[in-house]
């Protein structure tokens, strides 16, 4: 009978081990404390974060009503949007039940060759965000927009392969190593805020938190008999959700516990044990209330097994675009800038959570095969109907957990195949089981402030901007945008001031600047085609084309190491070296 630390051992000694950089493969590269059980323990962890996906994406793009494609609402002046038209809702409702399966699918398979090819624990499904742009601005509610659904998903499909060049000739890691020091680590904080509000939302957490007139947040936390005529939680209602306390106990509470006294499957654990508790009929905090759409989505659960075939947004793209070129180039130009800022910003930050960015070059391992299946997996979804897929910040939940190889993404894949045909199921977590995951794996990403170099005003500000746009604007690439633009304007203009005074006026501290020159670090390259240029004939391979790695790299990358993990444990870091690291 084989042991946890036999199997662990025997896969790491394997072919696999090596392939993926399992502790104790005897590669020069492999990954300290990256174990097969981990891994796929990991893996499901990040599955079970990112579940809602399955649900949430499906309701968003269905809210296109695929219009002016599968499904064609006739808008008119007394039923604009087809609201009373029971065909057309009839379509819409088979659209919705085509995009649960289109969800998984293109899950699965982005998710498990990310995991394959590029070993990262990241994984991918359709992103929030650019989903909802695609659906309420582009297509617009029931196909109320100026640009047709199959053009949309036409521009979707162009997007992906403009991306795969960008990504094959190094273009978009060579951004993503411009980008300066102190905004990729604001990065980091700022997704980790970001992952906190949506956390606190009723759409996709806790329901702690909603938007309001006055104010831009205010506290909710109110059962749904508890909304005003205004859409807002009654003053007598707020905080009295039985749902939310459950899940900030049971799924809160209880996983910072079990963590803190190193439960390997901690966060599993929450999620699971609130979302059973919230499955029965009979409760005041039931995920299936007695209503018409609590009644469609109890009847959905109950077949637990079922596989529905993708039958009205299969391959609809409208090839010609004559007729709507403006709305197919201001989509593809939109969503071009904003999945590339997006992505760019979430690989960075996932990688540097799971510890595997160079610390000279400021680039990952497999960045550009991370790239390029990110690419193609975009041109992939829109064959099935959904809007550009995205790396997903949850992935932070299998990271947290121990993930640190790309066996990690490839179970989460796995169990995105799976949930294709047990889709009932994994539909049917509520929100406000995951809502407290989402709040504990941004706290695990708050460490990263620490080494932004807060010392020069020109560094810090771009920073702090960019972490606080993230979350108020609920986008990342918005606030990458801002980060970026405030960073060229200070430096720009200290640059001039400092060139016209002949440098007699010179910032305060500007001598703590961190130091950023458009000589990026690594070359503008891609690494595969350095390697080409030297002659290797196993190009394609990532070792380095030194035999060993600088001492000063290795221990950094070791100090590195050694501060996150003791933050990810909850152990004290000695803040002196932090400071003297950052120096």
């Given at each position: 009978m084989f042991s946890v630390n036999a199997i662990n051992e025997k896969v790491a000694r394997s072919a696999v081990g090596r392939w993926f950089r399992?502790?104790?493969?005897g590669h020069p590269k492999q990954r300290k404390g990256s174990l097969f059980t981990t891994e796929i323990r990991?893996?499901?962890a990040a599955f079970f974060a990112m579940a809602y996906i399955l649900a949430v994406n499906a309701s968003i793009l269905s809210d296109s009503g695929a219009g002016k494609g599968p499904c064609d609402c006739a808008h008119t002046a007394d039923d604009p949007f087809c609201e009373a038209d029971t065909d057309y809702l009839l379509c819409v409702s088979e659209v919705k039940r085509d995009l649960v399966t289109a969800t998984a699918a293109i899950s699965a398979i982005a998710s498990f060759c990310m995991g394959l090819f590029a070993n990262l624990p990241v994984s991918l499904a359709p992103g929030l965000g650019i989903n909802a742009y695609f659906a309420y601005n582009v297509v617009g509610y029931h196909g109320s927009g100026s640009t047709p659904y199959a053009v949309a998903l036409t521009a979707t499909f162009a997007e992906g392969f403009i991306f795969f060049a960008l990504a094959f000739f190094g273009l978009r890691q060579w951004l993503a190593r411009a980008i300066p020091r102190s905004i990729k680590l604001a990065t980091s904080v700022g997704i980790g805020l970001f992952l906190t509000i949506i956390g606190f939302t009723y759409s996709e957490g806790l329901g702690i938190l909603q938007g309001a007139t006055s104010t831009p947040l205010v506290l909710a936390g109110c059962p749904e008999t508890g909304f005003g005529i205004d859409g807002l939680c009654t003053e007598a209602t707020k905080m009295r959700n039985p749902a939310m306390w459950v899940g900030i106990f049971a799924g809160g509470v209880l996983t910072v516990m079990l963590m803190m006294y190193r439960f390997k499957a901690a966060i599993i654990a929450g999620i699971l044990l609130v979302s059973i508790i919230s499955w029965p009929r009979t409760t005041s905090l039931t995920y299936f209330p007695y209503t018409d759409v609590g009644n469609d989505?109890?009847?959905f659960f109950r077949k637990v097994v079922d596989f529905h075939r993708i039958s009205k947004t299969l391959v609809v793209q409208q090839w010609d675009i004559s007729k709507h070129g403006g709305q197919f180039g201001l989509a593809l130009i939109t969503f071009l800038y904003v999945?590339?800022?997006?992505t760019t910003g979430t690989l960075y930050a996932m990688a540097r959570l799971a510890n595997v960015v160079d610390p000279e070059t400021h680039d990952f391992e497999g960045s550009t095969a991370a790239y390029m299946v990110d690419a193609l997996s975009i041109s992939i979804g829109s064959l099935f109907g959904c809007s550009p897929v995205t790396a997903f910040i949850e992935s932070g939940a299998g990271i947290t957990e121990g993930g640190r190889t790309g066996l990690t993404a490839m179970t989460t894949g796995i169990c995105f195949f799976i949930s294709v045909f047990f889709a009932p199921i994994f539909a049917s977590i509520p929100p406000w089981a995951t809502g407290s995951v989402l709040i504990l794996v941004g706290s695990?990403?708050?460490p990263a402030a620490v080494d932004i170099n807060w010392r020069y005003l020109g560094d810090a500000i771009p920073a702090f901007v960019t972490i606080v746009v993230m979350p108020f604007t609920y986008s990342i690439a918005y606030g990458l945008i801002a980060g970026?633009?405030?960073?060229i304007l200070i430096n720009t203009l200290v640059w001039l001031i400092e060139t016209a005074s002949r440098g007699r006026l010179v910032p305060t501290n500007k001598a703590e600047k961190d130091p950023w020159t458009w000589r990026i670090p690594g070359g503008a390259l891609p690494p595969w085609m350095v390697r080409a240029a030297h002659g290797k004939r196993d190009f394609w391979r990532e070792e380095?084309?030194?035999?060993?790695e600088s001492t000063t790299?290795?221990?950094?990358?070791?100090?590195?190491?050694r501060s996150l993990s003791a933050s990810m444990k909850g152990q004290p870091i000695e803040m002196s070296a932090l400071n003297e690291k950052s120096a």
């Open positions: 399992l502790d104790g493969c990991a893996g499901i989505s109890f009847d999945d590339i800022l997006d695990m990403m708050m970026i633009l405030l960073y380095s084309l030194a035999t060993s790299s290795e221990a950094m990358r070791a100090d590195d190491n």
